[in-house]
């Protein structure tokens, strides 16, 4: 089975603070994803990375940047956290083609007060 | 952005009617239509990749069809069961720019025992 985990559940963080969401899965997949879930939204694309050292930017990039320095672990960085940065953060990854499909983390709900 | 929708966004369905939903993407420069099913605090789960206009797939009860032409896909859950009752997503990839998946806000179920 494909395990993708995420480094927390619920995270509570202040404005300013910087904050790492860590990704991590364990069956060898190529691709990796940043996903944010807001009421009414969908899932939006962040940032993905189809290998390491690799990042491209997706829908909604800004305040945001990434980091895969391994092929299994793909972080998320909130260089300077924003209330309007509070959400359901989704980590996901696929084997290697652009249309395989995508194995979801749990989900990171964070707080930024 | 590419415009993916889902109609309905609610649905509540009796235990053992069956039912379907639409999801609807762009008809140009189509690659790819994902479905996925994310019951409430679980992660997101792949029901379906389809990359073929005319596609029909089968998983148990549950049945995706797509017509890349006009742009629409189908899902269908036959003799709902309290186990269905999740939110519905479907995402589209595009073969024009860097083929990521685009999300529908997706259609959540309930099935009334």
């Given at each position: 089975?494909?395990?993708?985990?995420?480094?927390?559940?619920?995270?509570?963080?202040?404005?300013?603070?910087?904050?790492?969401?860590?990704?991590?899965?364990?069956m060898d997949h190529e691709n990796m994803f940043w996903y944010r879930q807001d009421p009414g939204l969908g899932l939006r694309l962040i940032y993905f990375s189809y290998d390491v050292k690799m990042k491209e930017k997706g829908d909604?990039?800004?305040?945001?940047?990434?980091?895969?320095?391994?092929?299994?672990?793909f972080s998320l960085i909130l260089e300077s956290a924003s209330t309007n940065q509070t959400s359901m953060y989704l980590c996901a990854s696929s084997l290697s083609r652009p249309y395989d499909e995508q194995y979801f983390g749990p989900g990171t709900r964070l707080t930024v007060t | 952005?590419?415009?993916?929708?889902?109609?309905?966004?609610?649905?509540?369905?009796?235990?053992?009617?069956?039912?379907?939903?639409?999801?609807?993407?762009?008809?140009?420069?189509?690659y790819a239509l994902h479905?996925?099913?994310?019951?409430?605090?679980?992660?997101?789960?792949a029901l379906f990749v389809m990359t073929l206009n005319g596609d029909e797939?089968?998983?148990?009860?549950?049945?995706?069809?797509l017509n890349?032409?006009?742009?629409?896909?189908?899902?269908?859950?036959?003799?709902?069961?309290?186990?269905?009752?999740?939110?519905?997503?479907?995402?589209?990839?595009?073969?024009?720019?860097?083929?990521?998946l685009t999300f529908g806000t997706g259609t959540r179920?309930?099935?009334i025992p």
């Open positions: 089975d494909v395990k993708v985990t995420q480094s927390s559940r619920y995270l509570v963080k202040r404005t300013g603070e910087k904050v790492f969401l860590e990704c991590v899965q364990d909604i990039p800004e305040g945001y940047s990434v980091s895969r320095e391994k092929k299994e672990r | 952005i590419l415009n993916v929708e889902q109609s309905p966004q609610s649905l509540h369905v009796q235990e053992g009617d069956s039912t379907n939903f639409t999801c609807s993407f762009p008809s140009s420069n189509f479905w996925y099913r994310w019951e409430t605090a679980k992660s997101p789960e797939k089968k998983k148990g009860r549950i049945s995706a069809t890349t032409k006009e742009g629409y896909s189908y899902l269908y859950i036959k003799g709902s069961q309290p186990e269905d009752s999740a939110t519905y997503l479907c995402a589209f990839i595009s073969n024009f720019g860097n083929e990521k179920l309930t099935i």
